[in-house]
């Protein structure tokens, strides 16, 4: 199910779907209905799905040997709902939540955790005849990653935080626009692992981020797209500030046919870790906010031809 996805305005339905791997429902509908262009709505989406393939697993595909006899030791379980609430003039607001749970369990070898949950808001505000709107959001989502081996020495990592932004979009002439906005994000990051010697190391950091942006879309004529932009970002915890110029760029050849080009400067705070002892490497680590001063950043240069098909 897609995240931007609202819920059907005028009727409640749903989907069942049942097969050896897994179970899902979907649901959707309006608490408030639509009775016209002059009413606000009130809409709710949920889904579920669930995986039951280390259950099912030897008895469907049992024939074909091993690993299947013994049963596959995958399993998961995701929930995610939204409620949104529309005005008449274009205005919106949603509210959303998702607990993601995943498991690999070799067992005797290795038992292999990912869990994920979180929520938030976000809003689009159009203010009367003005040719702009306002936009934004709170997001907060907490992730944890853990593996634990024969030789107990059991690896954990997680990270949480939040995001808040909000931004203006200005519509200019000849579809042109012009968005700007702040972003303003935290994040706590916890590490354990043993070194080769079988010590336990353990890193909990924090940090925090401030985060400007400017990027002007604009149209030549029918054929040539052109979007500069440039990003302020503010690494408090280091502290280091980083100016960021991105440049996108998009020419239409035909209705079908269209060449694409982007580059520009980009940077970030987060790094992950791997042991390099592992030869099929499944636990990724994250670290952020080191002691020392360090800042991933790089340029980026990318080209694309697309073509859509006409039916």
Known sequence: MSPTKDG???RNSGRIAINPILAK??????FVKSKGDSTTTLTYVASLKHSYLKSTSSAFYGMFGEPYE????YTFTDAYGKINVNSTNGSKISIFGFNFNDRVNYAGVSDLKWNSFGGGTNFVVTP?????????GFYFSDYKISLAESNNRPRES???????NIAVTSYLPNHGELKYGVEFVGFKTAYQYY????????????TTQLGGFLKLKQNFGDKLIVEPGLRLQYYASLPVASLEPRLAMKYNISKSLRLKAATGIYSQNIISSKSDRDIVNFFTGFLTAPDFEIQNQMAVWLRAISRSRII
């Open 158 to 164: 997680g990270i949480n935080g939040f995001d808040a």
């Open 25 to 30: 429902i979907f649901l959707e509908g309006p």
């Open 195 to 206: 070194n080769f010697v079988g010590i336990r190391l353990q890193q909990n950091d924090y």
């Open 128 to 136: 009367g005849s003005s040719p702009s709107l306002i936009s934004g």
């Open 8 to 10: 059907n305005k005028k």
């Open 70 to 73: 013994s049963k596959l030791p």
